[in-house]
């Protein structure tokens, strides 16, 4: 992760943390999120400083997991509960699949219900899932025979504005996001919800609109943070 990326995700993190706590929220020292007075320059290197003295023992994605679910589940006063028994795909993974990997072993889900693509994900993480679970893909090319098997889709910072667009270093060419989109809403049953994280500047309004054509937006309030939902099926007349 470079620099600029890991200060999106910081100050993505600062705004999180400053939302009212809730039931399943992690909570952060406010040490970790910099002070309020700085510039924004200035906060984000701050950020970027606090960082690096907790890093060893932060699993950003179960992190970010922790402060996005309320806005998928709002009515729940235990989120992380409501992902037991559902079928799960995490776009962008990382190369050891870390959230999943937690997913299964902190949280009881069945590994055969967790699924994962990333371009750069590493076999031995993807060999502690059943076969096909962990695949090395991008959003654009999810395979066919996941079309309407997911419950909940799940992505963290892989549709940030400057991964989008190819500018950050070591992250691929880009995304074609209507592409990703239409994937997206093909592999989600029908009255399904994606939740998609990304930088404390949001998605820029051609992603927006991608996702909008294909997917019902639901508000949350906080940027950073969306969801969408397909579409349920009309009810067949008797």
């Known amino acids: 992760m470079d620099m600029r990326r890991l200060a999106f995700l910081i100050l993505t993190i600062a705004v999180l943390a400053s939302q009212p706590a809730r039931a399943g929220v992690v909570a952060l020292p406010r040490s970790a999120v910099g002070s309020a007075p700085l510039q924004a320059g200035a906060a984000a290197a701050a950020a970027v400083e606090s960082y690096a003295r907790f890093s060893e023992s932060l699993n950003i994605s179960h992190l970010s997991l922790s402060l996005a679910l309320p806005h998928l589940f709002p009515s729940s006063p235990r989120p992380m509960e409501m992902l037991q028994g559902k ?113 404390a500047t949001g998605m820029d309004p051609d992603t927006q609109q991608a996702f909008g054509a294909q997917l019902r937006p639901v508000r949350t309030g906080t940027t950073g943070v969306y969801v969408f939902e397909k579409p349920a099926l009309p009810a067949v007349a008797q």
Do not use: C
Not at 160 to 170: D, F, K, L
């Open 87 to 199: 079928e799960l795909l995490e776009i962008g993974t990382g190369r050891q699949a870390q959230l999943a990997r937690s997913l299964v072993q902190e949280h009881g889900l069945a590994s055969s219900q967790v699924h994962g693509v990333d371009p750069y994900l590493d076999e031995s993480a993807a060999a502690e899932f059943p076969q096909g679970n962990m695949r090395s893909a991008t959003a654009e090319d999810l395979p066919p025979e996941w079309d309407n098997k997911f419950d909940v889709v799940l992505s963290f910072f892989v549709f940030n504005p400057e991964i989008v667009h190819g500018e950050t270093s070591g992250m691929g060419k880009g995304i074609d996001v209507k592409a990703a989109a239409r994937r997206i809403s093909s592999v989600l049953k029908p009255g399904a919800r994606a939740l998609i994280m990304t930088g």
